[in-house]
Nanobody
């Protein structure tokens, strides 16, 4: 059974930074592209960023390009999202997920954690 645990969210002022982490179990981490999604009330889930299994290819949504950096440590089965220059519109619950067939962006596996909440105050 795939398990995902996100951490690192919190309350931060606009312009601040946070680093999210995600650990997984129950899958071979370095076989999968990994992605960060976010969802805020009343909005659809959005794929924010993803990274292929090798770490050599990444994707960013236009809304976060230049501010967020995704990375992974395959030895630690851990995915990261460094978020800088945060804006109030970045406020959301953030989730990580493995992507099917190492596609990035792609289709997430239906295995979600509890998420980690990010709140950016203006």
């Amino acid at each position: 059974q795939v398990q995902v645990v996100e951490s690192g969210g919190g309350l931060v002022q606009a312009g601040g930074s946070l680093r999210l982490s995600c650990t997984t179990s129950g899958l071979t981490f370095d076989d999968y592209a990994m992605a960060w999604f976010r969802q805020s009330p009343g909005k659809e889930r959005e794929e924010v960023s993803c990274i292929k299994s090798s770490g050599r290819s990444t994707y960013y949504a236009d809304s976060v390009k230049g501010r967020f950096t995704i990375s992974r440590d395959n030895a630690k089965n851990t995915l990261y999202l460094q978020m800088n220059s945060l804006k109030p519109e970045d406020t959301a619950m953030y989730y990580c997920a493995a992507e099917v067939y190492d596609y990035c962006p792609g289709t997430p596996l239906d295995a979600w954690g509890q998420g980690t909440r990010v709140v950016v105050s203006s």
